[in-house]
């Protein structure tokens, strides 16, 4: 008969063992192996498992995935590094990503930023829209930009001013508007 597990949620056994297990396999460990290995409760683990995460000392790249080593994502991609100031704003991160790749949709988005569903994302992509920072079509999001450059304009203006055209639409009141004019943009 096999030999009782020994009790490794007291002190540093279940860490060395835990770090032991995800060293020996080199890659991400799912969580139901280390049950098995470790040979403890799940509740258990994962307590021990987000301690040792608080000290960088294991990473979780993907939900119920561990592997050794401090904040590395799965994708090999730097670590987002914890000081505020020395990284970019999520909104420019963003901006940057949609103008070196173009419209994408908000899950490629998301994916690009580290984060795992679209919807992470989504709030900040609306509020950026009314922001009128970016432009969304249905399908992909883009950065916004205005679509009056290089285009005609109709401007409002009163009667019997010079380079004027009346017009007359069935059921609203006539109007006089500007002839259509170049929109010209300066420095």
């Given amino acids: 008969m096999a030999?009782?597990?020994?009790?490794?949620?007291?002190?540093?056994?279940?860490?060395?063992?835990i770090l032991q297990v995800l060293s020996d396999d080199g890659g991400p460990v799912k969580i139901g192996q280390l049950v098995k290995k470790c040979q403890v409760p799940k509740k258990t683990l994962n307590q021990v498992l987000y301690r040792l995460k608080?000290?960088?000392?294991?990473?979780?790249?993907?939900?119920?995935?561990?592997?050794?080593?401090?904040a590395a994502s799965g994708d090999g991609?730097?670590?987002?590094?914890?000081?505020?100031?020395?990284?970019p704003s999520l909104d420019e991160r963003i901006l940057r990503f949609l103008e070196a790749n173009g419209p994408h949709r908000a899950l490629h988005i998301a994916k690009a930023l580290g984060m795992?569903?679209?919807k992470e994302v989504n709030p900040l992509l609306y509020s950026m829209r009314?922001?009128?920072?970016?432009?969304?079509?249905?399908?992909?999001?883009?950065?916004?930009?205005s679509r009056?450059?290089?285009?005609?304009?109709?401007?409002?203006?009163s009667p019997?001013?010079?380079r004027t055209h009346h017009v007359d639409q069935a059921g609203l009141e006539p109007t006089e508007i500007f002839l259509l004019l170049?929109?010209?943009?300066?420095d």
């Fill in 3 to 17: 030999e009782a597990p020994v009790d490794l949620s007291t002190g540093d056994h279940l860490e060395q063992k």
């Fill in 54 to 70: 608080k000290e960088d000392r294991v990473s979780s790249p993907e939900p119920a995935t561990w592997r050794i080593g401090g």
């Fill in 77 to 87: 991609a730097p670590a987002i590094p914890e000081d505020s100031s020395a990284q």
């Fill in 116 to 118: 795992t569903t679209a």
């Fill in 130 to 145: 009314n922001k009128h920072l970016l432009s969304y079509d249905g399908q992909t999001w883009k950065i916004y930009h």
């Fill in 148 to 157: 009056q450059e290089g285009q005609d304009i109709v401007l409002p203006c």
């Fill in 160 to 162: 019997g001013c010079p």
């Fill in 182 to 186: 170049p929109i010209k943009f300066w």
